[in-house]
């Protein structure tokens, strides 16, 4: 089949099996958004949203975030992953966001990874989410889901080359859909350990069937 093909069968079927497909982070804002995917690295989204109602009610923008201490932040925080270096990433971003950006979340790449604690993946969540960009972040769900489906080659080996081979197959009024997808299947079908082949619509056309 050719990879083209793929694409257009994988866009259809999750068209209809997915047709709302969005981020499972509670958020009100830009910047609670940024926040919970900044501390959504390396941990679940029900975690996250355990930890993020408190945080919010008492640091609910980055001019109260930006007053608080790393040590404070931590104890809202600290049965996330990596607490210490995401507390002090918090602050540090809150902190930029008054001094550079009018306390306002950008809506550039290129400001976005300026911030403090954000990289590209977290950018592009943002880009995707608050801003309606045709962003695609690629974490470790999107990575695993795209090479075992098929839609990147093995030959892709970074984040980076996978986003960049999902953004050019894809028809751009979807990639923003297309992110949830791919999240949500890896989260609760094509898991890591134990996929649900028999659970999954793509199975007749999924490379990991064929390999």
Do not use: F, I, P
């Given at each position: 089949m050719r990879?083209?093909?793929l694409?257009?069968?994988v866009v259809e079927y999750f068209q209809k099996a997915m047709p709302v497909a969005k981020t499972e982070l509670h958020y009100k804002d830009p910047f609670e958004l940024l926040v919970a995917v900044m501390l959504s690295a390396q941990c679940t989204d029900k975690r996250i949203n355990q930890v993020t109602p408190h945080l919010f009610e008492d640091y609910p923008n980055?001019?109260?975030m930006a007053?608080?201490?790393p040590e404070v932040i931590y104890e809202y925080i600290s049965s996330v992953s990596y607490p210490?270096?995401?507390a002090k990433h918090l602050v540090e971003m809150?902190?930029?966001l008054i001094k550079d950006f009018g306390?306002?979340?950008p809506s550039t790449m290129e400001e976005l990874t300026k911030l403090p604690g954000v990289g590209r993946k977290t950018a592009n969540v943002v880009l995707s989410v608050v801003f309606q960009q045709a962003?695609?972040?690629v974490d470790t769900h999107v990575f695993r889901v795209s090479h075992r489906i098929g839609l990147v080659p093995q030959t892709c080996t970074t984040p980076l080359s996978v986003e960049r081979m999902l953004v050019k197959h894809l028809p751009e009024e979807t990639i923003r859909d297309a992110h949830h997808w791919l999240i949500l299947h890896g989260r609760y079908v094509c898991t890591a350990l134990k996929p649900k082949c028999e659970q999954c619509g793509l199975l007749e056309i999924c490379a990991r069937k064929f390999a």
């Open positions: 990879r083209q093909e694409y257009d069968k980055a001019a109260s007053l608080a201490t210490n270096s995401k809150a902190r930029m306390g306002e979340v962003a695609m972040a």
